[in-house]
């Protein structure tokens, strides 16, 4: 069964950059488009990037258009998201997720995703 772990996490000043990465162990992500979630304090699970298995397709929340970049290896079984220009309201835990290319063409990947990684803490603050 495919097991994701998070990284990359921590703490960022306002306009600062960040690079998350999940690696996929015991299975491959080859087979799933990837994507990536995360869930503020009281508040729920929202998209944030997402990507098709061959990485031809991605979509983003319209929060983080412009701004974040998501990725994926393969090869290497990674997926990435670089996260630049980020502000307060980016704060959250981070983490990706198995999702459909439907759920990841039309959104709502959040609510509808299979395995998933622990996460990685992203805090944004001066």
């Not at 990435?80 to 990706?96: A, H, K, P, S």
């Not at 990684?117 to 805090?123: D, E, L, M, Y």
Request: aromatic letters at 6%; glycine letters at 14%; hydrophobic letters at 35%.
């Amino acid at each position: 069964q495919l097991k994701l772990v998070d990284s990359g996490g921590g703490l960022v000043q306002p306009g600062g950059s960040l690079r998350l990465t999940c690696a996929a162990t015991r299975s491959t992500m080859a087979n799933s488009a990837m994507g990536w979630i995360r869930q503020a304090p009281g508040k729920e699970r929202e998209d944030v990037a997402c990507i098709s298995k061959g990485g031809n397709i991605v979509n983003y929340a319209d929060s983080v258009k412009g701004r974040f970049t998501i990725s994926r290896d393969n090869g290497m079984e990674r997926a990435f998201l670089q996260m630049d220009n980020l502000n307060v309201d980016d704060t959250g835990l981070y983490y990706c997720a198995a999702v459909t290319l439907t759920s990841c063409q039309t959104g709502g990947w959040a609510s509808s995703h299979g395995n998933s990684g622990q996460g990685t803490q992203v805090t944004v603050s001066s």
